[in-house]
Nanobody, 116 residues
Framework: QVQLVESGGGLVQPGGSLRLSCVASGFTLDYYAVGWFRQAPGKEREGVSCITSSGGSTVYADSVKGRFTISRDNAKNTVYLQMNSLKPEDTAVYYC?????????WGQGTQVTVSS
């Protein structure tokens, strides 16, 4: 069964850190570009960061530049999102997405809540 499973979300205080993981099963991530997206209540889903299949190129939304880092370990079929200096406005459900040719897979999401 093809699926992406996110984990690592939770409740953290402002200024704290979390590391999200996106693990693929049923297919290999090697050829896939992977992106992290988020959706806050009442808002549209927005792109946060993405990484090419080789990991050689990354892109970040302006709102997270300098605070978030995307990386991948193809041997573990996993993509990570390291989130530092978290702010209340980072609160959202975070989703990972894998794309290659006509294949486009989404995970179920993991909740990140930044609050004191």
């Amino acid at each position: 069964q093809v699926q992406l499973v996110e984990s690592g979300g939770g409740l953290v205080q402002p200024g704290g850190s979390l590391r999200l993981s996106c693990v693929a099963s049923g297919f290999t991530l090697d050829y896939y570009a992977v992106g992290w997206f988020r959706q806050a209540p009442g808002k549209e889903r927005e792109g946060v960061s993405c990484i090419t299949s080789s990991g050689g190129s990354t892109v970040y939304a302006d709102s997270v530049k300098g605070r978030f880092t995307i990386s991948r370990d193809n041997a573990k079929n996993t993509v990570y999102l390291q989130m530092n200096s978290l702010k209340p406005e980072d609160t959202a459900v975070y989703y990972c997405n894998a794309r290659y040719n006509n294949n486009n897979y989404w995970g179920q999401g993991t909740q990140v809540t930044v609050s004191s």
